[in-house]
């Protein structure tokens, strides 16, 4: 088995603040995501990245961006933090087409 | 843009009750469909998945889609108390790498 690896797991930043949310992978799969999930509930796509070096966005990435250097990691930048995006990061990984997709335990973060 | 969206908001059923949750879609085209379910601080995790219209079924878990009518749904039979979580339904789009979720259904089963 694989895991993913969200790094922090905390993150307190300042309104305005540029943050940086990193992710690894040893599943060795392609595909890779980036969700946020605010309190209790579901999950909204920011990035997906189909392969390395590739960067496809998702219904909410403004005010984001990503990067996918290596197949094995995914970072998420906050370019502008805001009050009203607290909330938790979630990074998830998948093998191929039709298969599952696999979460990391997410990043927690708290503007102030 | 795929519009996924899940009913109902939240659900209170007894213990040993069959709970059914649904996912409507969007994008006719779609190809994957798949829930997870999510306990209370933890990742979601996949619970089962189908490509094709019709019925699987694994253990007390079936889900059931309808491609025409752009629905999905999953039963619970005998449900649990440790069934109690969020579920969220995931559609994957067109090109086969796009997943979006529903925004979630609360289950609470009462012993």
């Known amino acids: 088995g694989g895991i993913i690896t969200q790094t922090p797991k905390f993150l307190i930043g300042q309104e305005g603040q540029k943050l940086t949310l990193k992710c690894q992978q040893n599943f060795n799969h392609d595909t890779m995501y980036w969700y946020r999930q605010d309190s209790g509930k579901g999950l909204r796509l920011i990035y997906y990245?189909?392969?390395?070096?590739?960067?496809q966005k998702g219904d909410l990435s403004e005010g984001y961006d990503a990067s996918r250097e290596k197949k094995s990691s995914f970072s998420l930048t906050v370019t502008s933090a805001q009050k009203n995006e607290m909330a938790v990061f979630l990074c998830?990984?998948?093998?191929?087409?039709?298969?599952?997709?696999?979460f990391g335990k997410g990043t927690r973060l708290t503007v102030v | 843009q795929q519009k996924v969206q899940q009913s109902p908001e939240s659900l209170i059923v007894p213990e040993g009750a069959m709970t059914s949750l649904n996912c409507t879609f969007s994008d006719s085209a779609s190809q994957y469909f798949a829930w997870y379910r999510q306990h209370s601080g933890k990742a979601p995790k996949a619970l089962m998945s189908i490509f094709s219209n019709g019925e699987k079924e694994e253990g007390r878990f079936t889900i059931h889609l309808n491609k025409a009518s752009l629905h999905f749904s999953l039963h619970i039979r005998d449900s649990q108390p440790s069934d109690s979580a969020l579920y969220l339904c995931?559609?994957?789009?067109?090109?086969?790498?796009?997943?979006?979720f529903g925004s979630g259904t609360r289950l609470l089963v009462s012993p």
């Open positions: 998830a990984s998948r093998p191929g087409q039709g298969a599952s997709v696999f």
């Open positions: 990245s189909i392969t390395e070096n590739d960067l």
């Open positions: 995931a559609v994957t789009g067109t090109g086969g790498y796009k997943v979006v």
